[in-house]
């Protein structure tokens, strides 16, 4: 049979079923295909806004895990400016501010440190972890008895440099506190979990009712100055206001996911000028 036999040539109908048949299933086919895509749009639309940005930022910040850290601090030349240490949060890693260091390097600030918590542990035992990294970054740096430092923290980090603030050689160390999207006062999300750090977060948790003994945050002479940075935006701590602070100096960053405070240059700019003070 050749591409020019008639029966070829022919329109589907009762002499040629198998054509009809094979026309019928493909505009059934792109029919369901119609559907699914319609049904797809359609629950995408109906996924909050922020969350879609969340979860659309996720690959980025995996980017980040893929930095290798270094255990210990060693020595950095001093680029006159107090040095700068991050502190990760839940599930992160210290490649998570990479961006935010560069940033800070392109303006100056170079002396930076990203905190390592190898392994598990309470918070308590990340923070007495934190303590011992800042005594060491001292240490290997020469930093005279009235030299101090300032900490970058991102979620759960926030809240183990606030623990950590409670070691009266660290408190003195501290000069400035940023936080970003830290759940204070706890975050409902941490319902759904049933580990020991997410039992932590919840806002009756027995960590919060101890840092909550903090508040109001006064600030110097008897404690660092705390900044602390918010989003409505944030679907992870919920409420978002509970990443405010009493008594600090709280900002809002209108629009910032609960990872866009890691990967957004607005955010840079606010921890890099709010730690830009003498």
Do not use: K
């Not at 035992?125 to 930093?143: H, I, K, T, W, Y």
């Not at 759940?183 to 979990?193: C, K, V």
């Amino acid at each position: 049979m050749s591409e020019n036999d008639p029966e070829l040539l022919q329109p589907p109908s009762a002499a040629n079923p198998g054509g009809a048949a094979f026309v019928a299933t493909g505009r059934a086919l792109a029919a369901a295909g119609r559907w699914v895509g319609r049904s797809v749009a359609a629950g995408y639309r109906a996924i909050d806004p922020d969350l879609r940005l969340h979860l659309a930022q996720l690959p980025l910040v995996g980017l980040t895990l893929l930095v290798r850290p270094r255990p210990e601090p060693e020595p950095l030349p001093d680029d006159g400016r107090r040095p700068v240490v991050f502190v990760h949060g839940l599930g992160g890693a210290p490649g998570n501010f990479g961006p935010m260091r560069l940033y800070f390097r392109a303006r100056g600030r170079s002396r930076t440190y990203a905190a390592v918590f190898a392994g598990e542990g309470s918070l308590s035992e990340l923070a007495d972890r934190l303590s011992r990294f800042v005594g060491e970054l001292v240490r290997v740096n020469g930093l005279g008895d009235g030299a101090r430092l300032d900490l970058v923290a991102h979620s759960m980090g926030g809240l183990v440099a606030r623990l950590a603030l409670e070691d009266e050689p660290t408190r003195a160390r501290v000069a400035n506190l940023v936080t970003l999207g830290v759940p204070h006062a706890g975050s409902h999300l941490a319902r759904y979990g049933h580990t020991a750090h997410s039992l932590a977060l919840r806002p009756d948790s027995e960590v919060l009712q101890r840092l909550a003994r903090q508040l109001p945050w006064r600030g110097p002479p008897g404690q660092p100055r705390l900044v602390a940075c918010w989003s409505a935006a944030d679907v992870i701590v919920l409420p978002a206001r509970s990443a405010a602070v009493e008594g600090a100096e709280n900002v809002e960053l209108s629009g910032l996911t609960h990872y866009g405070y890691l990967i957004h240059p607005a955010a840079w700019r606010v921890v890099f000028e709010a730690l830009d003070v003498a």
